[in-house]
C-alpha cells in the first residue's frame, strides 16, 4: 500500500513556465514533508521540505504549497531550466520512517 | 565534509547467491537507513539502524538483512537473490532519529544491483 500517492509520474515543461507535482496522503501522523531531487546516477539530495503547521514555504524558485485539511502537497518550480530535469520524490514522515512517493521524472525542453 | 559512500557501485548477480553492500554515513551521523529504489515502485524502505540496533524495518522478506557497526558503517546482506531483487540500493544517513532537521537524511549514490 503506497502511503505518499504521488502525480503526474512525468512531466514536460517548456523552459521558463511553471512545474507542479502533487502528492497526497492519507496518515494524520505524518508530521515532516520534504521533497527531494534526483540525478541520473546520484542518490537523492533534500530539495526543500514542510511542517504541517505552515501552509507554504519557498526557497528560490521552489514552492511547497500544504493543504492539511486535504491532505495534499506540492512542489512548484517557477521559472523552470533545463537543469531542473530530474526525478521528484515527495516523501512523508513519522517515527522517523520516511515514506516516498513514486516519483515524477520533469523534462524541461530549453 | 564527504558525504554517504557505498560500495560497490554495481554488482552483477545470479540467482541463488547472496551479496552484501556496504555503506559508509556522513561523518558523526549515527543513523543509517536502507532503501531499494525500481522503477515505478519509487523509494522502499528496508530498514533503519542507530547505535547498532535495527529500530525499524518495512516490509521485506528475511532474506533482506542488516547489521551496523560501532562506527556506524552499515552493510545489508540479500541472501537466496531472486531476479525481482534488481534495484538500485540506496543507503541514506541523518545525524540521530530525532525530530527533524536532526532526521535529515543525506543519500549515497547508491548500487546497481542485477540479479541474472
Known amino acids: 500500500q503506497q502511503q505518499v500517492k504521488q502525480s503526474p509520474q512525468s512531466l514536460i515543461v517548456q523552459k521558463g513556465g511553471i512545474s507542479i507535482i502533487n502528492c497526497a496522503y492519507e496518515?494524520?501522523?505524518?508530521?515532516?514533508f520534504p521533497w527531494y531531487q534526483q540525478f541520473p546516477g546520484k542518490g537523492p539530495a533534500l530539495l526543500i521540505a514542510?511542517?504541517?503547521?505552515?501552509s507554504e514555504k519557498k526557497e528560490g524558485r521552489f514552492t511547497i504549497s500544504f493543504n492539511k485539511s486535504a491532505k495534499q502537497f506540492s512542489l512548484h518550480i517557477m521559472d523552470s531550466q533545463p537543469g531542473d530535469s530530474a526525478t521528484y520524490f515527495c516523501?512523508?514522515?513519522?517515527?522517523?520512517?520516511?515514506?516516498f512517493g513514486t516519483g515524477t521524472s520533469l523534462t524541461v525542453i530549453p | 565534509k564527504a558525504g554517504v559512500t557505498q560500495t560497490p557501485r554495481y554488482l552483477i548477480k545470479t540467482r541463488g547467491q547472496q551479496v552484501t553492500l556496504s555503506c559508509s554515513p556522513i561523518?558523526?551521523?549515527?543513523?543509517v537507513s536502507w532503501y531499494q529504489q525500481t522503477p515505478g515502485q519509487g523509494l522502499q524502505f528496508l530498514f533503519e539502524?542507530?547505535?547498532?540496533?535495527?529500530?525499524n524495518k518495512g516490509n521485506f522478506p528475511g532474506r533482506f538483512s542488516g547489521r551496523q557497526f560501532s562506527n556506524s558503517r552499515s552493510e545489508m546482506n540479500v541472501s537466496t537473490l531472486e531476479l525481482g531483487d534488481s534495484a538500485l540500493y540506496l543507503c541514506?544517513?541523518?545525524?540521530?532519529?530525532?525530530?527533524?532537521?536532526?532526521?535529515?537524511?543525506?543519500f549515497g549514490p547508491g548500487t546497481r544491483l542485477t540479479v541474472l
Open positions: 539502524y542507530f547505535s547498532e540496533t535495527q529500530r
Open positions: 561523518s558523526g551521523h549515527r543513523s
Open positions: 541514506a544517513s541523518s545525524l540521530s532519529p530525532g525530530q527533524p532537521p536532526y532526521n535529515e537524511q543525506f
Open positions: 516523501a512523508a514522515t513519522h517515527s522517523n520512517q520516511f515514506y
Open positions: 514542510i511542517r504541517p503547521d505552515v
Open positions: 496518515n494524520t501522523a505524518f508530521d515532516y
